[in-house]
């Protein structure tokens, strides 16, 4: 198991709502990276925080925003919910020290349902 | 734009078989490239890492190969289990630190 940590689990929305998800990162990690992986799908880069600011960002429109906190924690919030927003979210947690080789750690997924 | 296909999308091999997992990438222009493995509804785990620098690794019955310059990966997988049912994926990290993902390669393994 990875140090990496998410929350909720699952999780049932209705469209139109909001939603956050929570990643707390594996220990001396500074990097955490969302991924959005749809059934049969491999996961999809949403976007990645670097010492509290975004730092990259996929093919997602602004209704997805995140947060990094000085722990390096993180939160992915979703507003306004559609149906094609159910998916599994997974977060990655990695060293960013000048490089870019580091190894991705992937916490268990939060698996989110839109009704 | 990276391009990440893995094939077979699935595949079904008898207990106690060698096996090869193929990935093909677009843009040679990668950090590193990553094998993961995926269970049903659940998070990824990390089998192998290959750093751009390196032609291949092994971690017990695993080994994955690295040839940037055509663009292709092999994971490698001896004396299959029934336990290594599951979901493969291929990823490459790419500029800007970000991951791209293959849609993965679904292996049963027969008992």
């Known amino acids: 198991e990875t140090g990496v940590t998410q929350s909720p689990t699952h999780l049932i929305k209705t469209r139109g709502q909001q939603v956050t998800l929570r990643c707390s990162s594996q220990s001396g990690h500074n990097t955490v990276s969302w991924y959005q992986q749809a059934l049969g799908q491999g996961p999809q880069f949403i976007f990645q925080y670097y010492r509290e600011e975004e730092n990259g960002r996929g093919n997602f429109p602004p209704r997805f925003s995140g947060l990094q906190f000085p722990n390096y924690s993180s939160e992915l919030n979703v507003n306004a919910l559609e149906l094609d927003d159910s998916a599994l979210y997974l977060c990655?947690?990695?060293?960013?020290?000048?490089?870019?080789?580091?190894?991705?750690?992937f916490g268990q997924g939060t698996r989110l349902t839109v009704v | 734009k990276q391009e990440v296909t893995q094939i077979p999308a699935a595949l079904s091999v008898p207990e106690g078989e060698n096996l090869v997992l193929n990935c093909s990438f677009t843009d040679s222009a990668i950090y590193n490239l990553q094998w993961f493995r995926q269970d049903p509804g659940k998070g990824l785990t990390s089998l192998l890492l290959i750093q751009s620098s390196q032609r291949e690794q092994t971690s017990g019955r695993l080994n994955a190969s690295l040839d940037k310059s055509s663009g292709r990966s092999t994971l490698y997988i001896a004396a299959s289990q029934p336990g290594d049912s599951a979901t493969y994926l291929c990823?490459?990290?790419?500029?800007?630190?970000?991951?791209?993902f293959g849609k993965g390669t679904r292996l049963h393994i027969l008992p």
């Open positions: 990823a490459v990290k790419v500029g800007d630190d970000k991951i791209i």
């Open positions: 990655a947690s990695s060293f960013n020290a000048g490089t870019v080789n580091t190894e991705a750690f």
